[in-house]
């Protein structure tokens, strides 16, 4: 079945440090790949998606290139702010077929908590 | 343009008890799914509606049921409630056949 494995966390960075929080994959076929971002007591909030492979999402600094080759999908930032601090998940999306009709269903990683300090 | 909005926001239950969580879609969204988030963990998919049918399901018992109505809103019921039901539930909608989900909040429910 498809799954999604996140680097351990938690990670804590100074402000204005660089971000990377790994991310890969196994599916079949070629699911569509999100990171997803959940702040303290909140739901989840899409970041950013890429729907194929060496399509690179992008949104608020943070980006992330969907890599076939290595089944992997890295999110980066070049320079957190503290307001960055949050539960950041990578998903993927594949579509599945069942009595005609098809759905998606989004498999989540565990999640990485991010800190950032002043 | 309305986002997803969950009710209630909170919820304390006792163990062998029956809830029903409820999910209003973001406009113009016809496909409502339900994730369980459990404490520390990422969101795991329980099913989907489409149009008022279930399309997919993933791995929770039957006491885990739901519907869909005309408006696509939805409901999630959660019979003979267990301590380990404990989670933050999820509603997201979509587009049939696009990529995008909106989640809402969620509801936090606590089993006791």
């Known amino acids: 079945g498809n799954s999604v494995t996140q680097m351990e966390g938690p990670v804590t960075l100074s402000e204005e440090a660089f971000l990377t929080i790994n991310c890969t994959y196994t599916?079949?076929?070629?699911?569509?790949l999100f990171w997803y971002v959940q702040y303290p007591g909140e739901g989840l909030q899409l970041l950013l998606k890429a729907t194929k492979a060496d399509d690179k999402g992008s949104n608020k600094g943070f980006e992330a290139t969907y890599r076939k080759e290595t089944t992997s999908f890295h999110l980066e930032k070049g320079s957190v702010q503290v307001s960055d601090s949050a539960v950041y998940f990578c998903?993927?999306?594949?579509?599945?077929?069942?009595?005609?009709?098809?759905?998606?269903?989004?498999?989540f990683g565990q999640g990485t908590i991010l800190t950032v300090h002043p | 343009e309305t986002g997803v909005t969950q009710s209630p926001t909170h919820l304390i239950k006792t163990r062998g008890q029956q809830v029903t969580l409820r999910c209003s879609s973001q406009s113009g969204h016809n496909t409502v799914s339900w994730y369980q988030q459990a404490l520390g963990q990422g969101p795991q998919f329980i099913f989907q509606y489409y149009r008022e049918e279930k399309n997919g399901r993933g791995n929770f018992p039957p006491r885990f049921s739901g519907l869909q109505f005309p408006n696509y809103s939805s409901e999630l019921n959660v019979n003979a409630l267990e301590l380990d039901d404990s989670a933050l539930y999820l509603c997201a909608s979509s587009l049939a056949g696009g990529s995008g989900y909106t989640f809402g909040s969620g509801t936090r429910l606590t089993v006791v």
């Open positions: 599916a079949t076929g070629y699911p569509s």
């Open positions: 998903a993927l999306s594949d579509r599945k077929y069942a009595g005609g009709t098809s759905y998606g269903k989004l498999t």
